[in-house]
């Protein structure tokens, strides 16, 4: 870290906060705070300047006129291209996931072009994909299972730079049979849930690549529990092996 301070930049609350998104950035301080880290929380709304120099960025969901103004204001202000260049730590959820990518399909039929930070690009679906999401995720991460709920007219596509973030087991995700993305330190998902309150694996993953460093050991009992019900609710163990439904 570039400070004592593990800080996390809130990228524009006022246009991409529809979804409660903003609780992955209450998980990532809670976790980080829990094993002893300070952590500080900045907040960009979208009048202003992205600093390069945050250790996490978190772009969250929105509709799809607060999208489209988010991508004119990211296309031009260098701080979160700076960012990613300078290898910080990137999360897009939803809109925030097509924003990072080269570009995306606007509500009007038009074209508009992403911060490019992410090959991906991201068109948009006839019918809604809604419901909940399930997927087994890249082995290069070690992580167990994600789950999520989408909520998004969007498909997407990875260019050669990116990775699937997981294959989608259950659920629509980019559309293809997998979920999300990855491309060195900036990962982005179509989860909601909160996403990290829903996964702490995958919070952890994104403090260490910021920390640089291994964490300490947490409780994550109430997690877990909550995990489990997401599994067993979908007809799953933990393992990922299917179960057979009550009911």
């Known amino acids: 870290m570039p400070n004592d301070n593990l800080t996390i930049a809130w990228v524009y609350p006022d246009l991409l906060s529809t979804y409660g998104d903003q609780g992955n950035v209450a ?7 829990s094993r002893g880290i300070p952590v500080e929380i900045l ?11 945050a250790d996490i960025y978190m772009l969250g969901g929105g509709e799809d006129r607060a999208q489209e103004l988010a991508s004119d204001r990211l296309r031009a202000d260098p701080g979160l291209r700076r960012a ?4 910080r730590v990137i999360m897009g959820v939803c809109a925030g996931y097509q924003l990072l990518g080269t570009r995306f399909l606007g509500h009007d039929g038009r074209t508009h072009a992403g911060a490019g930070i992410l090959d991906v690009r991201s068109h948009r ?4 994909a809604t419901g909940e999401l399930l997927g087994e995720v890249d082995p290069e991460l070690n992580l167990p299972e994600i789950t999520g709920f989408e909520n998004h007219h969007g498909s997407t596509a990875l260019g ?31 989860m909601h849930g909160p996403a990290l309150a829903r996964n702490p694996a995958l919070a952890d993953l994104l403090l260490t690549w910021a920390t640089g460093s291994t964490l300490s050991s947490i409780d994550d009992t109430w997690m877990e529990k909550m995990r489990d019900e997401r599994l067993h609710h979908l007809g799953y163990s933990r393992s990922g092996r299917q ?5």
């Open 43 to 53: 907040q960009i709304r979208s009048g202003r300047s992205i600093p390069a120099s």
């Open 125 to 128: 679906l006839e019918q809604r």
């Open 84 to 87: 990613a260049d300078a290898g």
């Open 243 to 247: 179960t057979e439904l009550s009911g």
């Open 27 to 33: 998980v990532l301080a809670g976790r980080a705070r």
């Open 160 to 190: 050669p730079g990116a990775r699937p973030l997981a294959r989608t087991i259950v659920g629509y995700g980019n559309g293809d049979g997998s979920e999300g993305a990855y491309q060195g330190s900036v990962l982005a998902t179509y």
